[in-house]
């Protein structure tokens, strides 16, 4: 609360104005255009990281007024920017910037809340915009309200070069991407119309992974693994533990679990991961590099799987898995239990079905008297093929500002707001252009901070990006 009430929101408002004024009839060019644009992006970041807009704080309804309130102000029409949501709390903002309509509509994504940071906890304000040593620190410095800014100041830019894009471009602020998802999931499902596209490019998906700020690799995100939970539960007449029964829940439980410990799914590649295991082999040991590429190749031998396996990280991109999480059992140390359950949480390749991960977990456990039920619904969420419309603008502008970095898709573990939008049939992918190290990724943990060379470069990034779509 005392947050709010001390964040003077109404001359950050003023002051924002007037500089908008004085860029305008600056008419930029060249460097100084740059310069310029670095200084709206940063004013709007700055901005940005004042409001706390965590659930606890009421989530993102003041927030979207701002986001809003800037683009108008740019000169784009009332009509064409809408803030919309299931919730005042979770509100939204939807704009478009009007194209010559020659191909259809992109969807570029961003998310307005933020993870609570609790200012006791932080060496720092957490909700204020603070420059040192080369960094910025905030709340979400790098998740995702760089990505905010960035799309916000390159409308507004692209707004007072008076670009005309050959396609519309319609920009996505969410609402509650780091709780519920409710904001995504609403313009997926009810607001279609609104927010329909060939694709969809996310900034709050994939990054440049930099080892002390110097790019190693861009990383596009194509897919995301699919969230699945099961509840395996066992009931028994029970009775008194002086007369052992034959049956047992909490040994019937325990056995069946350590049959899901042994299955292994199978291994199984996307364009994503194809894509991952070929071109970032090169950051691994000789030994797992050749056995990736191989896999990537689909000539992999047994040897190389088992290597491949070895590696928890190299493990969950190829396979799906199931893992035992929680447990409850019996009601009296002197009772036999009556009831023994236990929570398995389940991490799906998006390529395979979920209702079929079910079925083998079922057949897994092998036993009528373990009940297997579904306590946590997967939403689907196919793969993005790695199309040239995409890939080749997003390639080539990584080309021009990062010579001879590789551009590695992936799949993420999961999940962003972009798993609702696949889930529709809208591809997305994450394109941050974020750099982090990637020892150094602070997002949702304490004095959360970005480079400030990063934020500047991704600002740029996306500027280029919108300007070859
Ligand atoms: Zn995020």
Known sequence: MPDRMTRPRSTARCRTAALGAVLWMLAPVGAAAEQDSQAL???????LIAFPSTESHGGTAEIAKY?????????FPAQD??????????????????????????????????VEALPEDWSMPPFELIERDGYFYGRGTSDNKAGVATLLANFIRLKREGFEP???????????????????????????????????????GGMIETESGKPLAFDVQA??????TLRLEVTNPGGHSSRPRADNAIYELAAALLRVRDHQFPVSLNDATRSYFREAAQFHEPEIAVAMRALAEDRASLADIARLDSSV?????????????????????????????????????????????????RRVVASDSVRVTVTYEPTASPPSPLTPEVMVPVTRVAAEMYPG?????????????????????IPTYGVSALGEDTDDIRAHGRDERVRVQSFYDAVEYWYRLLRAL
Do not use: W
């Not at 799949?411 to 889930?423: F, I, K, P, Q, V």
């Open 223 to 228: 897919a995301e693994k699919v969230y699945l």
């Open 313 to 361: 990280q190299l493990r969950t991109l190829m396979r799906t898995t199931c893992v035992a999480t929680q447990l409850e059992a019996g009601h009296a140390e002197n009772a036999l239990p009556q009831m023994a359950a236990a929570v398995v949480n389940c991490r799906i390749l998006p390529q395979e079905p979920p209702e079929a991960i079910v079925d083998t977990v």
């Open 166 to 204: 050959s396609r519309d471009f319609i920009m996505l602020l969410t609402g509650d991407e780091e709780t519920e998802m409710t904001s995504v999931a609403y313009f997926a499902n009810e607001k279609r119309d609104l927010i329909d596209a060939a694709f969809a490019l996310n900034t709050d």
């Open 67 to 75: 986001a809003a309130s800037r683009l108008i102000e740019a000169g």
């Open 41 to 47: 992006a940063r004013q709007i970041y700055s901005d």
């Open 81 to 114: 920017v809408q803030i919309i949501g299931p919730s005042a709390e979770s509100a939204g903002v939807v704009a478009r910037f009007h194209g010559r309509g020659e191909r259809e509509p992109v969807l570029v994504l961003a998310h307005l809340d933020v």
């Open 405 to 425: 970095i590789p551009v590695i898709a992936e799949m993420s573990a999961g999940a962003t707001d972009g798993s609702h939008l696949r889930n529709v049939g």
